[in-house]
C-alpha cells in the first residue's frame, strides 16, 4: 500500500505529538514528526511534507518563524501550513494568516477536526 502525502508535525508536547501522527497515520497519511521549529525547519528541506502543522509555541523556533522561513523560501513557500496555538484571541487568528498560514486551529482541538482540516486542504492530493 501506498503512503499518502506527506505532512510534517511539530509540536514540543509530546503527548499531542503522538495523538495528531497516530490520528493522520490512520487517515493515510505518511507523518513525519519534530519536537522545535528547527527540527521542523530540517525535515521540511529534506522531505518536502505537502503540509505542515506546527504548534506556534515551541523551542528554538516559533511556528510563526518556521512559516515565515517556509514562505520566504522559493522551494518550500508552496507547503500548506496549519498553525495550533492556546492562543486564539482575534489578534492571534489574524497574525497566523496574514503571516501565510492556510489555517489555525485553537488548542485543544479534537484530533478528527485537525485530520478534517488536513485532508480538506490537501484534497486534491490525497
Do not use: H, N
Not at 522561513?69 to 498553525?83: M, N, P, Q, T, Y
Amino acid at each position: 500500500m501506498s503512503e499518502g502525502p506527506l505532512v510534517l508535525c511539530a509540536d514540543d508536547d509530546e503527548d499531542i505529538l503522538s495523538l495528531v501522527s497516530l490520528r493522520l497515520r490512520r487517515a493515510g497519511f505518511d507523518v513525519a514528526t519534530a519536537s522545535d521549529g528547527d527540527a521542523a525547519i530540517e525535515i521540511a528541506r529534506d522531505r518536502r511534507p505537502a503540509l505542515a502543522v506546527l504548534d506556534v509555541m515551541m523551542p528554538r523556533r516559533t511556528g510563526y518563524e518556521v512559516l515565515a522561513e517556509l514562505r520566504g523560501d522559493e522551494a518550500l513557500r508552496d507547503i500548506k501550513v496549519i498553525l495550533l496555538s492556546a492562543r486564539v484571541q482575534e489578534s492571534d487568528v489574524t497574525r497566523g494568516l496574514e503571516a501565510g498560514a492556510d489555517a489555525y486551529l485553537a488548542k485543544p482541538f479534537k484530533a478528527q477536526d485537525l485530520v478534517a482540516k488536513v485532508q480538506e486542504l490537501l484534497g486534491a492530493q490525497a
